[in-house]
């Protein structure tokens, strides 16, 4: 079955360097997603993506922050300039169409020290 | 904004017991979706519910939407060891991006 990957499954990073997440979405999906769960919260929305622009992003979707499909099959998240409460689980999502399940990755875990 | 809420935030319960939770939201939707994560690991995806649907089966899970009260159940019936999760309802909004909206989830315990 089809699925999200993502890469790597956890990385840990000083304060204030850049960090990229990648994802792999389910190929035919049009949609594309970047969650985050802070250990031990709910998970959050930061941005969605589709037709090679952000639809819709969070207030914690800052300047900090961007997102990128460099082909077509990638899409990464970028972190600039990494604080301590970036520390999160990281995940990535893609759906088909609209109304559609939302399938997600195994996460990425990021711990900035 | 609209959130998903689950109640209880933690259930335990015994092996072969059913276990229900619950979810409210705030604002109208597009449809509802279930997910179940294993400690650390990523989400799964159990049931997608939509707003014109009341009821929904997947093997051992059962679905409710009532969208009058704007709230949602979940019910595992048989459970075993292996449901032992946490357990997020999600909205989906009419408009926008059709972005999730999580609850805060509850955390089910089966105890063998």
């Known amino acids: 079955e089809p699925e999200v990957t993502q890469t790597p499954s956890h990385q840990v990073t000083q304060m204030g360097q850049e960090v990229i997440l990648r994802c792999v979405p389910i190929?035919?999906?049009?949609?594309f997603y970047w969650y985050r769960q802070i250990l031990g919260q709910k998970v959050e929305f930061l941005v969605s993506?589709?037709?090679?622009?952000?639809?819709?992003k969070s207030e914690i979707f800052d300047d900090q922050f961007s997102v990128e499909r460099p082909d077509g099959s990638n899409f990464t998240l970028k972190i600039r300039s990494t604080k301590l409460e970036d520390s999160a689980m990281y995940f990535c999502?893609?759906?088909?169409?609209?109304?559609?399940?939302?399938?997600f990755g195994e996460g990425s875990w990021l711990t900035v020290v | 904004s609209q959130q998903g809420e689950e109640d209880p935030q933690a259930l335990s319960i015994q092996e072969g017991e059913n276990a229900t939770m619950n979810c409210s939201y705030k604002?109208?939707?597009?449809?509802l979706q279930w997910y179940r994560q294993n400690s650390g690991r990523g989400l799964v995806h159990l049931i997608l519910i939509r707003s014109n649907e009341r009821e929904k089966h997947s093997g051992r899970l059962r679905v409710t939407l009532d969208t009058s009260k704007k709230s949602s159940s979940l019910l595992i019936t048989a459970s075993r060891a292996a449901d032992t999760a946490s357990y997020f309802c999600a909205t989906v909004q009419i408009q926008g991006a059709q972005k999730l909206v999580f609850g805060q989830g509850t955390r089910l315990t089966i105890n063998p």
């Open positions: 999502a893609s759906r088909e169409d609209s109304g559609n399940t939302i399938y």
């Open positions: 993506f589709y037709n090679n622009e952000i639809s819709e």
């Open positions: 604002t109208s939707i597009n449809n």
């Open positions: 190929s035919n999906h049009l949609y």
